[in-house]
């Protein structure tokens, strides 16, 4: 599995700054407790461990919680991840290749979930990270010692994450920036839905 859907598989398995702002915590709870959904444009940097050049990566994304994600990756190669809440499809359409998972127990400790799931406490240890570059921090750490990620670090600013950092347990960073965020947009079940392209090998569930 290349590089770019490792690094997606790891994140499902991705504003304006306020004069005054809260803790990191409070900030995360109070986006899980008025976002229902949103979407925007991320950019994604993948760190080897190796040191070889990091390699980079741009597109958007959608979420709706609980569990229902878009994220597609436009540049330099396309790349789609669609979760409907139950199951996640991943599709190379250079290889026109779709592989696909239940999403099961295993998301709700997955750095997806950190945006688009429920029941963070009993899936993380969440604690304050120290602010920098104006922006609050929330640390997590899965609970369970089955995770593919080791920690989670998401950056806060008025209430909405701004960056996430996830360090892998093959020694990777992947460090996201979020952009063009936009709070609670109606967006419609069919972005959510999947339909397997003609001619395309399907693996998994």
């Not at 958007?60 to 878009?70: D, M, N, S, T």
């Not at 409907?84 to 979930?113: H, I, M």
Request: glycine share 8%.
């Amino acid at each position: 599995m290349n590089t770019f859907l490792r690094s997606a598989w790891i994140l499902c398995t991705c504003v304006s700054f306020a004069p005054a702002q809260a803790a990191g915590l409070d900030q995360l709870k109070n986006f899980l407790e008025t976002h229902r959904s949103a979407r925007g444009v991320f950019t994604q940097t993948v760190i080897a461990r190796s040191g070889k050049k990091p390699q980079q990566s741009a597109g958007i994304f959608a979420l709706q919680r609980p569990g229902k994600f878009r994220w597609s990756y436009e540049e330099p190669y396309k790349q789609l991840l669609v979760s409907d809440g139950n199951k996640l499809w991943s599709y190379d359409p250079d290889l026109n290749q779709v592989a696909v998972k239940k999403l099961g127990a295993a998301f709700g400790a997955s750095p997806a979930a950190l945006l688009a799931g429920k029941d963070l406490d009993r899936h993380f240890e969440l604690s304050e990270g120290t602010p920098a570059d104006g922006l609050e921090f929330v640390e997590a750490k899965p609970r369970g010692g089955d995770a593919s990620f080791e920690r989670v670090r998401i950056g806060f600013a008025a209430n909405r994450p701004v960056s996430m950092e996830i360090h892998d347990s093959f020694g990777q960073v992947t460090m996201l920036q979020f952009t063009r965020f936009e709070a609670n947009p109606q967006l419609p079940d069919s972005l959510f839905r999947f339909v397997v392209p003609a001619g395309a090998d399907v693996v998994g569930d």
